[in-house]
């Protein structure tokens, strides 16, 4: 009976590495379960087809850049956050996929969630950022942000491997961020 146990996991092991070796012949990742998804959701939006191309070589740059998978049209998830991209000849990001607004939602920023913006006050595509992790933006320009953490939480940021400054405690929020350029990392999770 021992050896049929064993059979049957190197079996499953075997089926399971199979189906892992599929997912991961993509070159970004994506939420697959229906490729057509994300087409038709720009379609009912509006969106063009150039516009939806567009946006979707948007959405497969954040991707490889955060290393996440598409849930929506124009949202990443990774690790601990979430980018919402701006759609089409729009000002602000609005959440399409997995963040569902809530009650404290702040600039469409959700409850327990450090925001920075591309843009001045709150505009341009949002990174939402949850985990005590440290988020690297070199590829990002940030310009604003709101800190929806717990009260009197704060955000460290870094310019390299220096310590740079802290952000307001939660909850508040910098519709212009100071000196944004310089900062290169953010730690959302300190308090003192």
């Known amino acids: 009976m021992k050896f049929r146990f064993s059979a049957i996991t190197v079996l499953a092991a075997a089926v399971l590495a199979l189906v892992g070796m599929g997912s991961t012949a993509s070159a970004v990742p994506r939420d697959h379960a229906d490729p057509t998804s994300y087409a038709a959701q720009a379609r009912s939006?509006?969106?063009t087809t150039g516009q939806a191309d567009q946006l979707q070589a948007r959405v497969d740059r954040e991707a490889r850049q955060t290393g996440g998978r598409q849930v929506a049209v124009n949202e990443v998830q990774y690790d601990g956050g979430a980018t919402v991209l701006t759609l089409p000849g729009q000002k602000y990001a609005r959440s399409l996929g997995s963040v569902t607004p809530a009650s404290g939602?702040?600039?469409?920023?959700?409850?327990?969630?450090?925001?920075?913006?591309?843009?001045?006050?709150?505009?341009?595509?949002?990174?939402?950022?949850?985990?005590?992790?440290?988020?690297?933006?070199?590829?990002?320009?940030?310009?604003s942000y709101l800190n929806n953490q717990t009260a009197?939480?704060?955000?460290?940021?870094y310019a390299g491997h220096t310590f740079y400054g802290f952000s307001r405690a939660a909850v508040s929020s910098e519709p212009a961020a100071p000196?944004?350029?310089?900062?290169?990392?953010?730690?959302p999770c300190y308090r003192r």
């Open 45 to 47: 939006l509006g969106l």
């Open 105 to 143: 939602t702040l600039h469409r920023c959700p409850p327990g969630y450090f925001c920075i913006y591309t843009a001045v006050n709150y505009q341009g595509n949002m990174h939402m950022l949850y985990h005590c992790n440290t988020y690297y933006l070199t590829p990002y320009v940030w310009a």
């Open 179 to 187: 000196e944004g350029d310089t900062v290169t990392s953010i730690m």
């Open 152 to 157: 009197g939480v704060k955000a460290r940021y």
